[in-house]
């Protein structure tokens, strides 16, 4: 059995996730807390394997909670959002990079169109995440003690002028996008095209919180428009993003690819098919094996890959799988990442 802990004001709410994950008969639910000092007094005696947590909560809020539990008792967080409030979207994200693995929309009444996906987004994101086994999150002024600046990356590229840049993610991505974004200069010469998993509803509001914690302008794409150095274009829900032969963003409607619309296979692909070797493929944490052979695809094409190392990754099925078959020329933390990016396009 899984054991769900969650974290919730409404008592309205409680009882109706409570009743949506007590239904699936992997799932039990050991305990709600009203707010986040009583999760945080809960999580030892419960013992739960993880928490769904609301994020506008009196007393202590998600992201606060989230912060304490990853650099205490660190098990795996799921955000369960239903507020598109700009500050608590803000604040759901701010959990994310704290350490929370996911965020779902909190389903909607019985009657609801949307209520069967979003119900079933939700049992089916507790039973992934469950089985993640989660490091701690040390405090960030102790962070930022501990770690050393980023190390120079002195690589051997053989690869033409590069053009652009495709990045490809899914669970731990957002954090360890923030962190690339961040490290990375201003005045990138090059724009970036990404494709990030992620739950219907939330890109927009992601998108909008990483340009404004990074300063990298940051930008939902749109179809037919030419991607700008030194901007990052992100596919939104429900579409494949493309290169175009043209140079300008394709948005389309093709079949799921891995199951997945948008795929990072399918951009990746549009990129060798378009740039070759004027382009550098990047693939980061998240489950499955989305883009793992079109990353080898662009390597073949003589573009340079890169795919995130096991020790930084929250999930390490995309990028492990790119590994096992040779399609990354690099295996690199996040910070050697940014560097090596911005090394690429200066050369």
Avoid: C
């Amino acid at each position: 059995m899984i054991r769900v802990l969650i974290v919730e004001d409404s008592r309205v709410e409680q009882e109706w996730l409570s009743h949506i994950l007590s239904s699936d008969p992997q799932i039990t639910v050991v305990g709600i807390a009203n707010h986040g000092e009583e999760a945080l007094s809960l999580m030892e005696r419960l013992k739960p394997d993880i928490v769904t947590m609301d994020i506008h909560m009196p007393k202590l809020n998600g992201f606060d909670t989230t912060r304490q539990i990853m650099e205490s008792n660190p098990l795996p967080i799921i955000i369960v959002s239903g507020s598109y409030n700009a500050n608590d979207v803000h604040k759901s994200f701010d959990a994310m990079e704290a350490g929370a693995l996911a965020i779902v929309r909190k389903p909607p009444g019985l009657g609801h169109p949307d209520y069967p996906n979003d119900a079933a987004e939700l049992i089916k994101t507790v039973k992934m995440m469950s089985e993640i086994k989660v490091v701690r999150r040390w405090p960030k002024l102790r962070t930022e003690a501990q770690v050393p600046p980023p190390r120079t990356v002195a690589a051997k590229v053989t690869s033409d002028k590069i053009r652009v840049v495709a990045i490809g993610a899914s669970t731990g991505g957002p954090a360890v996008i923030q962190e690339i974004f961040s490290a990375l200069p201003k005045d990138l010469s090059v724009p970036i095209l990404v494709v990030q998993h992620m739950a219907l509803g939330f890109m927009e509001n992601f998108v909008k919180w990483l340009a404004s914690t990074t300063g990298f302008p940051s930008h939902i794409a749109i179809n037919g428009e030419y991607p700008a150095p030194g901007h990052a274009y992100f596919a939104p829900d429900g579409l494949h993003m493309l290169a175009g032969r043209d140079d300008r963003i394709v948005l389309s409607t093709e079949a799921p690819e891995n199951g997945l619309r948008p795929s990072v296979a399918r951009l990746f692909r549009s990129v060798a098919e378009t740039f070759g070797s004027n382009s550098a493929g990047v693939l980061l944490t998240g489950m499955g094996r989305d883009g793992a052979d079109d990353l080898k695809l662009l390597r073949s094409q003589g573009a340079v890959t890169v795919a995130q190392d096991e020790e930084s990754s929250i999930i390490f099925g995309m990028p492990g799988e790119a590994i096992k078959i040779g399609a990354a020329s690099f295996i690199l933390p996040p910070e050697r990442i940014a560097a090596l990016i911005a090394q690429l396009v200066d050369k």
